[in-house]
């Protein structure tokens, strides 16, 4: 996939932008907090239906507007546009005609996005991790994106419940008992899906680390899951597992108004030699693992879907050190489009530079 035009309008600090694509790199050149990064995040945003930065979609609306406009055109034919209301909610649109289902649009535009927050996924709580794989997953599984959404709503409804008068009338073991069958299902396809698309993922990531570590360090994860999986091929297994604690931990949540069993509550654990990378992990060996997750995404999705998705790599360079720049850059074959955003050019060689499309803010 190629995407050879990109317009926002409203979108963060940009009131108007209109980018035409040369080639498969694009440097976006500026200082900082002049809006680099909020053009990559466009992308990603349309690509993803997600922001890395945003805690809400409203936050990338322009101050002085009610609606956001991105559009792009994928292949010089198809046009994508998506309209963000900050009265909530997003539409998004191929070829002018409106799309039911808003994950169909990962069928013309992916992505994989590299930033220099993302060593939080190593070393910070365990919900960078969570909506790292679930990136991952949301790529290559249709309909997970919608799975998530009907999960994170049935745990908005059970905290409700829990919060409400209704929890103390005759009726609540009934409605409570239809709310933990329903989040047992439904956590049961995310925890399963997430765990194929980990053991998938993992050799992968162990190339990419034996790569760039020279093969110093022996790299492993484990899926830490809020239940005992015993095979995670057995779906009535877990929804069973899931239902049992679910059902164990009522008067803890009773109190506290938060369900604490699901795989909202789950954690990936990256091991280097069998020791917790995030515990005990100097700084350069947790930025030498998340540019190893993020070269083997990359690649991962790649092989997976059949084709290229775009690379955005937002700001990364300066946090990595002149080897690890190289081996970046060396991996992003010609056939891959990237988009990088960078306040200086001296962290890029000659070649290049002379194959990048360079757009100064």
């Known amino acids: 996939m190629f995407l050879n035009q990109l317009k926002i309008n409203n979108f963060r600090n940009h009131k108007h932008f209109d980018l035409k694509v040369e080639g498969q790199r694009t440097i976006i050149l500026g200082s900082n907090g002049i809006g680099k990064s909020n053009l990559l995040e466009s992308i990603e945003f349309l690509s993803q239906l997600k922001s890395s930065r945003a805690i809400s979609d409203k936050d990338l609306i322009n101050n002085d507007s009610e609606f956001a406009t991105i559009k792009a ?23 002018d005609c409106f799309m039911k289902k808003q994950s169909d649009m990962r069928n013309y535009l992916r992505s994989v996005c590299f930033s220099s927050n993302d060593t939080n996924i190593i070393k910070g709580e365990p919900n960078y991790r969570r909506i790292w794989l679930d990136k ?14 009907r999960f994170n709503k049935l745990l908005k409804q059970r905290s409700h419940f829990w919060r409400s008068d209704i929890s103390n009338n005759d009726k609540s073991n009934s409605l409570i008992d239809s709310f933990d069958s329903q989040i047992a299902l439904i956590g049961s396809r995310i925890l399963r899906r997430r765990i194929r698309a980990l053991e998938k993922l993992k050799p992968y990531i162990q190339h990419w680390h034996n790569y760039l570590s020279k093969s110093k360090e022996n790299i492993n994860l484990n899926y830490d899951s809020s239940i005992d999986i015993i095979n995670s091929d057995n779906e009535v297994e877990i929804i069973n597992q899931l239902k049992q604690e679910l059902f164990n931990q009522r008067r803890v949540e009773e109190l506290t108004g938060r369900c604490s069993v699901g795989p909202h509550r789950d954690d990936i654990e990256f091991l280097i030699n069998d020791i ?23 690649e991962f999705v790649r092989n997976t879907i059949c084709m290229d998705p775009i690379l955005i790599l937002d700001d990364v360079l300066a946090e990595l050190d002149m080897v690890r720049q190289s081996l970046l850059l060396d991996s992003v074959g010609r056939k891959t489009q990237c988009f990088i955003s960078a306040t200086h050019l001296n962290k ?13 803010l």
Not at 78 to 88: A, F, I, Q, T, V
Not at 276 to 298: C, D, H, P, W
Request: charged letters at 25%; zero cysteines.
């Open 73 to 95: 055109q994928i292949n010089y034919k198809d046009d994508l546009k998506m309209n963000l209301y900050r009265k909530g909610g997003k539409k998004i649109y191929l070829n």
């Open 136 to 149: 991952v997953v949301t790529q290559l599984e249709p309909g997970y994106f919608e799975l998530l959404s």
């Open 276 to 298: 917790s990378i995030r515990k005990f992990g100097s700084a350069g060996q947790q930025r030498t693992i998340t540019l190893a997750l993020k070269m083997a995404e990359l």
């Open 348 to 360: 890029f060689n000659k070649n290049f530079l002379d194959s990048s499309q360079i757009i100064y």
